[in-house]
């Protein structure tokens, strides 16, 4: 068996080369269709260069790929996250999928009609792009299962099954979202362990996050600075409690931050959010877990091993 390799957005790597990986994060977010009509509102190249600089500080922390979980209807712009991977050292890994604001198009089309885009995004490339999807993204919200986001649940869990790579979900944690999805990816057949179900740590309900866990899957404690879903201390001694617990193995780590949004201005970021963007984990989060007791083996397993872990499956390695 050769080595496992995933792809970026700058071709394959070898699954050990991921190093430290942000397993949920995203370059840009976009109201899709505004930027096409209003283009004065959207001034790539500042957008560039703040990228560039955030991509920087990643790498000087150590941070050596992230996962952008941005969809179709989160504006995915498959030309800008190219260009500020050719600018960065850090590497991103691409996703296909819809979130949580499907359009139209998602409930008028069949489940194997959109298992088929997010297969040809994985095997073909995006667009006319040649970039490879690596990941699966849908989203399950306040209003749980709706038709369409069943639709798209479904589809996602085809599109594992044809291709291999794994589903990671947003969650309404409060309602307990992640329950629902397993229970769909099970219908269709999927192993629960190439499910990462993420927004898991706006949740301090150990009974439900142990529950996902012991069904196979991963969860993302992956909104670490957005401290209105759940406070941050509250984050750490929930993440600290799981890895005493023995599991360190089914959790990764990640901001669910964004390098620019239409739906936040930097400013209004600084004001409303300080400790949500991309070093937050590096600089604040990783020293509160080492004084709550968490491993540096257990730190590894989180940030790099388990990362590797779900994208090396694929080819038949770890899970
Ligand atoms: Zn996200």
Same mark, same amino acid.
């Given at each position: 068996?050769?080595?496992?390799?995933?792809?970026?957005?700058?071709?394959?790597?070898?699954?050990?080369?991921?190093?430290?990986?942000?397993?949920?994060?995203?370059?840009?977010?976009?109201?899709?269709?505004?930027?096409?009509?209003?283009?004065?509102?959207?001034?790539?190249?500042?957008?560039?260069? #703040?990228?560039?600089?955030?991509?920087?500080?990643?790498?000087?922390?150590?941070?050596?790929?992230?996962?952008?979980?941005?969809?179709?209807?989160?504006?995915?712009?498959?030309?800008?996250?190219?260009?500020?991977?050719?600018?960065?050292?850090?590497?991103? #890994?691409?996703?296909?999928?819809?979130?949580?604001?499907?359009?139209?198009?998602?409930?008028?089309?069949?489940?194997?009609?959109?298992?088929?885009?997010?297969?040809?995004?994985?095997?073909?490339? #995006?667009?006319?792009?040649?970039?490879?999807?690596?990941?699966?993204?849908?989203?399950?919200?306040?209003?749980?299962?709706?038709?369409?986001?069943?639709?798209?649940?479904?589809?996602?869990?085809?599109?594992?099954?044809? =291709?291999?790579?794994?589903?990671?979900?947003?969650?309404?944690?409060?309602?307990?979202?992640?329950?629902?999805?397993?229970?769909?990816?099970?219908?269709?057949?999927?192993?629960?362990?190439?499910?990462?179900?993420?927004?898991?740590?706006?949740?301090?309900?150990?009974?439900?996050?142990?529950?996902?866990?012991?069904?196979?899957?991963?969860?993302?404690?992956?909104?670490?600075?957005?401290?209105?879903?759940?406070?941050?201390?509250?984050?750490?001694?929930?993440?600290?409690?799981?890895?005493?617990?023995?599991?360190?193995?089914?959790?990764?780590?990640?901001?669910?931050?964004?390098?620019?949004?239409?739906?936040?201005?930097?400013?209004?970021?600084?004001?409303?959010?300080?400790?949500?963007?991309?070093?937050?984990?590096?600089?604040?989060?990783?020293?509160?877990?080492?004084?709550?007791?968490? =491993?540096?083996?257990?730190?590894?397993?989180?940030?790099?091993?388990?990362?590797?872990?779900?994208?090396?499956?694929?080819?038949?390695?770890?899970?």
């Amino acid at each position: 068996m050769g080595a496992a390799t995933v792809e970026t957005a700058l071709g394959p790597v070898a699954t050990t080369g991921l190093g430290p990986t942000l397993m949920h994060e995203h370059i840009v977010t976009r109201s899709p269709g505004v930027h096409e009509n209003w283009p004065h509102l959207f001034d790539r190249d500042a957008i560039l260069s #703040i990228a560039d600089r955030k991509m920087a500080d990643l790498y000087h922390r150590g941070i050596r790929t992230i996962v952008d979980l941005t969809t179709v209807d989160l504006g995915r712009d498959i030309d800008l996250i190219l260009a500020v991977a050719r600018r960065s050292r850090v590497q991103v #890994i691409v996703a296909t999928g819809v979130w949580w604001m499907p359009q139209r198009y998602f409930s008028s089309h069949g489940i194997d009609e959109v298992a088929e885009l997010f297969i040809r995004d994985i095997t073909v490339g #995006i667009g006319t792009s040649g970039i490879k999807a690596a990941i699966i993204k849908c989203a399950t919200d306040t209003a749980g299962v709706t038709p369409v986001i069943e639709n798209v649940l479904r589809a996602s869990a085809r599109a594992q099954k044809a =291709t291999g790579v794994p589903i990671s979900t947003h969650t309404w944690a409060a309602g307990r979202s992640g329950e629902a999805q397993q229970a769909i990816f099970a219908q269709e057949g999927v192993d629960l362990r190439r499910v990462v179900i993420g927004h898991s740590g706006d949740s301090e309900d150990l009974g439900y996050l142990r529950g996902l866990m012991e069904r196979g899957s991963t969860i993302g404690m992956d909104r670490f600075g957005l401290d209105h879903f759940l406070p941050t201390a509250k984050r750490v001694e929930v993440l600290a409690r799981l890895c005493a617990e023995g599991y360190a193995d089914k959790m990764v780590l990640s901001h669910d931050a964004n390098c620019w949004t239409d739906m936040l201005s930097e400013d209004d970021k600084r004001r409303t959010r300080p400790l949500w963007h991309y070093n937050h984990i590096s600089d604040d989060i990783l020293p509160a877990l080492r004084a709550a007791g968490v =491993t540096e083996d257990q730190i590894q397993q989180m940030l790099v091993r388990n990362p590797q872990a779900i994208f090396a499956a694929r080819q038949g390695g770890a899970a």
